[in-house]
């Protein structure tokens, strides 16, 4: 097959043929129909991330067809329309059981721990566990866009952050988790902030229905912008970028009793930061909480979301490109993140 090998890191990816992927025995093969270039294959990409072993194929937010299925699997069969969330958690461990696979101590992490969807086909271990079949409804590109970042920022504001109705959200960074969460929180009524030093991230937000738009480039004071606009501050608020800066801007901007969600992920200079315990977390009582991923069984709600039309995601995806162009998008996020999610369709070109 072919796939987008990478050999050195932070190094251009060569388009090469190899071997196809061996079919897990509780498992199945499938031929990738679409996958999305995401921040995190930018970490893969530089070396950030310490599970990536070279050489390596990324990409983890795919959708396709089922190709071949072990003889462990009973639900799938070729043909069906599927994706599956970025960690794959093992099915039978109690936190699997317990419908918790993104803490999952034998998870695999596709395109990070396993060889990834930068390629014609994908495996996919415990598929009975990790495979969600797609409605008709949504399309290849759609559903790989919705593969990491917008399951992310569905479970961080709906699960972990408990967003209402009528509350405010401030999101920090508008690349696509960011641009997702403010979709999430528009489909969920509550109110958002959009946060972004880019002026086009900041147009797509209001397009998605951002309530209110700031530019740190423009306004020094985030927090304090934030807390005029919602009238003391966001109830919950996210940092969708992962940076110290980020970080703390985003419990700067909370209400007291408010929620802090931790989405990006802080790597390098940014994974130590120093919190300000007594002013902030003690005095206003802030939460701080984790979130990573989302388990296949938290799909079909979304899903639905989608299906009933609360939810479009197709205005996310702002750009599409073949297989052989990734190495040019991964090198363009040296630059910052882009506006959007740009989705890889072609995996022959
Ligand atoms: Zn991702
Ligand atoms: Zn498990």
């Known amino acids: 097959m072919k796939a987008a090998i990478l050999h050195q890191f932070n190094a251009p990816v060569s388009i090469e043929t190899v071997a196809e992927p061996e079919c897990p025995p509780d498992g199945v093969i499938v031929s990738v129909k679409a996958c999305g270039v995401c921040r995190s294959d930018h970490h893969a990409w530089v070396g950030a991330d310490p599970d990536v072993v070279l050489p390596h194929i990324m990409g983890h937010e795919f959708a396709g067809v089922v190709d071949e299925v072990g003889p462990g699997c009973t639900t799938f069969r070729k043909g069906d329309r599927v994706t599956a969330p970025f960690i794959l958690g093992c099915g039978h461990c109690p936190d699997c059981k317990s419908g918790q696979p993104t803490i999952c101590d034998r998870q695999r992490v596709i395109g990070f721990t396993q060889w990834g969807a930068f390629a014609q086909r994908v495996a996919v271990q415990a598929a009975d566990f990790n495979l969600v079949k797609l409605p008709d409804s949504v399309g290849d590109a759609v559903a790989a866009g919705m593969g990491c970042r917008v399951t992310t920022a569905w479970r961080a504001l709906h699960e972990r952050g408990a967003l209402q109705g009528g509350e405010w959200i401030a999101v920090h960074g508008c690349g696509g988790v960011g641009l997702s969460a403010i ?68 419990l700067r901007s909370l209400r007291k009793l408010g929620r802090h969600v931790q989405i990006g992920m802080p790597v390098g200079p940014h994974a130590t930061v120093h919190l300000p315990l007594l002013d902030l977390v003690y005095a206003r009582q802030l939460s701080i909480i984790g979130t990573r991923g989302l388990g296949a069984a938290g799909f079909p709600e979304l899903l639905d979301l989608m299906e009933t039309g609360k939810l479009d995601l197709g205005a996310l995806i702002t750009e599409r490109i073949p297989l052989s162009a990734v190495g040019q998008a991964l090198a363009r996020m040296d630059r910052g993140q882009p506006a959007g999610i740009t989705i890889i369709d072609n995996f022959t070109g």
């Open 183 to 250: 979709m999430i929180a528009k489909a969920l009524d509550a109110r958002a902030v959009a946060i972004d030093v880019s002026d086009d991230a900041l147009a797509l937000a209001r397009q998605f229905g951002a309530d209110a738009c700031i530019n740190p480039s423009r306004t020094p004071d985030v927090p304090e912008a934030v807390r005029d606009i919602t009238g003391g501050g966001a109830h919950l608020s996210v940092d969708a970028l992962g940076i110290a800066v980020t970080f703390e801007n985003s």
